[in-house]
């Protein structure tokens, strides 16, 4: 039995030694290989007003889509959401610190326009195309505060800081002024006419009005001097 157990040891002693060249090589060999790894990919944060950025989630069918403006995301940050009435399911568009409300579609219901307030205060309109998924800022420079869709969905009319109501074109033709005094526009289906809440420096409330858009004639529909009309739309 001597033999059998001498001999025994001996196989186990040259196994563990063996076992033992093996690790070491091992351990050398992951060595090596972190040596010569890629360093880690360094991540950018992205602008906090971007140009053009891919929204979260798909295209939403937009005959099928209702948006609305929520702070389910972050309390107290408002963003622009889109719900598919075929899924019941729901996407947000924005996901920065802006105060988005005021969801406008087009009239051929491809683009979601919305206003965007910005930390520094300024504000500026953004369009989201559900054909592509991008989102684009359109700044004026003014301040946009309310807006409509032009009937060929290539531009809108707004108002500004200064209460001017102006074009603005998608394709950066210089947008005029549409009317000196007033606010809220709202196109007529057919695009010939565009009403707004008209008011003048002297004006003591403010009238319901319609300028014409071939020859620019502005008339008062409501207006009332004994009593004057406040926060039509």
Known sequence: ??????????????????????GSLIVALIAAASCQMPPPMQVLST?????????????????????????????????????????????SITVDEAQDTQPRWSRDGRYLAFRSQWSDHHSSIRVYDTATGHLN??????????????????????????????????SGKPGDTVVERGHAPHI????????????????????????????????SVVDDPNQPEQGYV
């Open 47 to 91: 602008p906090s007003k971007p140009i053009k950025t891919v929204a979260f989630g798909v295209p939403l069918p937009d005959e099928r889509a209702i948006a609305f403006v929520s702070e389910r995301r972050q309390p107290g940050n408002l963003d622009i959401w889109l719900m598919d009435l075929n899924t019941n399911t729901s996407v």
């Open 188 to 219: 007529s289906p057919d695009g010939r006419q565009m009403a707004f809440v008209a008011s003048g420096p002297n004006d003591i409330g403010e009238r319901l009005a319609v300028v014409e858009a071939e020859t620019g004639a502005v008339n």
């Open 137 to 170: 800022e359109v700044d004026p420079g003014d301040n946009p505060y309310d807006f409509d869709w032009l009937p060929d969905s290539q531009g809108l009319v707004y108002s500004n800081g200064e209460f001017q109501i102006k074009h603005l074109y998608f």
């Open 1 to 22: 039995m001597l033999p059998f157990q001498l001999n025994s040891k001996i196989s186990l002693r040259s196994a563990l030694s063996g076992m033992a060249l093996i």
